[in-house]
């Protein structure tokens, strides 16, 4: 489904001749098809929406530190294209959840599962992946899981 909406997104860009939204979404295209590649090699299956949206997370993280780098080095034009970029990848991703959301989220989360000491941390962190793929920065959301748990 998501492979089909860049491909599709891809079509439309090359009519209009939107070029930084065609080598975005050839870029995306890319790192999708190295991705399902190395999966391959490994004897696993192609990668799934979680895995997609993982991968396009990592692209944007990837592109904020590029902009970060190109804006302390005196190169606002570069920061600006990169910041384009992650808009561009930003628009496949679904809305991510504030951090008000998420703390709510994890809290109940880890009542939940039963979660009361460090040792939980592995289990929490699956169980976050599994249902809010995409939608939450699992960064931040460790630091809160450590957080919580250490009050315990």
């Avoid at 809010?132 to 959301?141: E, L, P």
């Amino acid at each position: 489904m998501l492979r089909d909406n860049i491909n599709n997104a891809m079509k439309e860009a090359m009519k209009a001749r939107d070029e930084r939204r065609v080598s975005t979404l050839r870029m995306m295209n890319a790192a999708i098809k190295n991705a399902d590649i190395a999966a391959r090699g490994e004897g696993k299956e192609p990668l799934n929406e979680a895995d997609l949206m993982s991968l396009f997370q990592k692209m944007i993280k990837q592109r904020q530190e590029s902009a970060e780098l190109y804006e302390k080095g005196g190169r606002p034009e570069l920061a600006t294209q990169e910041k384009g970029e992650i808009a561009i990848i930003s628009s496949y991703l679904p809305q991510q959840m504030s951090d008000v959301e998420a703390g709510a989220a994890i809290s109940a989360l880890l009542q939940e599962i039963n979660a009361e000491t460090m040792k939980d941390m592995g289990r929490a962190m699956a169980a976050l992946r599994e249902r809010f793929a995409g939608k939450m920065d699992f960064g931040k959301a460790s630091g809160k899981i450590k957080e919580l748990l250490s009050k315990k």
